[in-house]
């Protein structure tokens, strides 16, 4: 028998009571055991790496204006986020016309109540007329 071995059988052999002490001693040194590695491991994570690939808005702004000044015919990224700009403004413009359209739409048609089944009645009592002339 090994080492181990010898010394869990010597354990076995003792009263609950110490067999008990021996779990909790063993327990609380395998609890430090973890809470030491972890906050090891918070403390390098919480530390900025050298070799960390973090870029600044500015580098990654200054990046772009260079491959777009080497493109021919492009912008500035301020020229494109003010393009984005006006066309989102453009957008809520159209939004709102549409909106206005569809309001209008709804005061031009009418009781919404009439069924396919009225119209389709309508429709067989005088079929030589188009169904879109009627009012």
Do not use: C
Request: hydrophobic residues 35%; glycine residues 6%; without cysteine.
């Amino acid at each position: 028998m090994s080492g181990i071995d010898e010394k869990i059988a010597e354990i076995r052999s003792k009263p609950e009571h110490i067999r008990l002490r021996w779990v909790y001693g063993l327990v609380a040194i395998s609890m430090l055991l973890v809470l030491f590695v972890w906050i090891l491991s918070m403390k390098v994570s919480m530390t900025p790496q050298p070799d960390d690939d973090t870029t600044s808005i500015q580098d990654i702004r200054d990046t772009v204006n260079d491959t777009l000044q080497k493109t021919p015919g492009a912008t500035s990224i301020d020229d494109l986020i003010e393009e984005g700009r006006e066309t989102i403004d453009d957008t809520k413009e159209a939004g709102s016309t549409l909106q206005g359209i569809q309001e209008q739409f709804k005061e031009e048609q009418g009781d919404p109540g009439v069924s396919l089944d009225t119209i389709i009645d309508d429709r067989s009592q005088t079929p030589e007329q188009p169904l879109l002339e009627r009012e």
